[in-house]
């Protein structure tokens, strides 16, 4: 196995990581079979192309890293939300090729991304074992087993026993603790980050210690009750909070208004409630949408209209994004930001009748030249990149919640977990 001496993304220089962690770099990786952890958790259109790439493309610096320095290589990760079972379309082996192609560059002609078609067992034991140096393997999605996210210990010791060495360069998951996040750093003698890793831990951190003010955040998507929680600790910090995409409609419910078929987390209601009043009794300015595209279905042939005030929407109908004058209002608040973080879509953005607000807020964060602007989660990242401004933002995150929750200060237990230096 030859690698050429000048390829690109490992030759990039990281600032020095601001945590106590071993890293990648501190490993004798050489003839070790090295699991990485890495977050492959992309964007699939509904026949399972792959939308956006930026999770694979970001992981290539650890796993070429790796390589040059004769590892066998063992990736390992998660792929939508298949509840443990194994599922067709959440299946990792459409990234094979195109994983593949994109170490074009450090692998021979010959030379292919092996698969194993079960992360755990005989079949993926048995291409872990004969790998060679120099060699790549994916283990196929690790939540078609229940034990993942029950961080089960018998199941991270199997994952474990796969390798000598676990790396984890899953930002994007390092806010779950789960078998392969958590519970095999308890069954491997060397924990450690990947450069990913690294450098999303010393980007956020340096840009989030204190943050040029205004400070506003932007809050979307679907994970309502994933991601509803953090709004408390925001509140904390930022100036502004600004609400869009299925997150709203929860919030809209709390204040009396009926929205329909819209996203509402009806066991979140309280949460919502009280940030509400925090947001108030702090002086933050808590900005929900006025206005909203309204779908007769969840579809691109739906029939829209727009819908302003603070009347119920019809009843058979669910917003599947922000109205014109919701984008105005967030635009004005955006304009005066000195930091920006972003996380969730404001609207259905994979159906073009529902991309316009999400759209128009990368492009209000996009044209703030003054604000440090983060963007950050599997989907927004693929938003932000659709929306052609992605080279106009300071930092584009692999993650979303996990961004968030090391924004309000949280261990990340993935990172936690890792062997200190
Ligand atoms: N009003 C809405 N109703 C339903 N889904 C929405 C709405 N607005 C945005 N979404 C969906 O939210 C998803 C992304 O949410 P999430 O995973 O939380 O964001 P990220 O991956 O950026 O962290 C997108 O697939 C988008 O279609
Ligand atoms: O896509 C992810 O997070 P994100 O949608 O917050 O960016 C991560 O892969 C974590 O996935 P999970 O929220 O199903 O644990
Ligand atoms: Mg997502």
Redesign the pocket.
Known sequence: MQYAANTSSTDIKYPDPIMPKLSIRDLDLKDKRVLIRVDFNV?LSPDGAILDDTRIRETLPTIEYALRHHAKVILCSHLGRPKGKPVVTMSLRPVVDHLRGLLDHVLDEDENVAFAPDCVGEVATEIAMNLESGQTLLLENLRFHAEEEKNDPAFAKQLANLCEIYVNDAFGSAHRAHASTEGITHFVKQSAAGLLMEKELTYMGKALTEPDKPFVAII????VS??IGVIDNLLEKADAIII??????TFLNVQGQSTGK??VEADKLDIAKAALAKAKEKGVRFLLPTDHVLADK?SPEATTTIFSGDGAFPADL????IGPASIKLFADEIANARTIIW?????????PA?AHG?NAIAAAVAHNEEATTIV????????IHKSGFADRITHISTG??ASLEYLEGKTLPGVAALTDK
Do not use: I, R
């Open positions: 964007p979307g998507g679907a994970k994933d991601k869009g995409g299925g997150m709203a409609y819209s996203l969840f669910m917003a599947l994004d996380n969730g879509p404001m609207g259905v953005f994979e159906m529902f999400t950050g989660g599997g989907d927004s990242v693929s938003a979303g919640g």
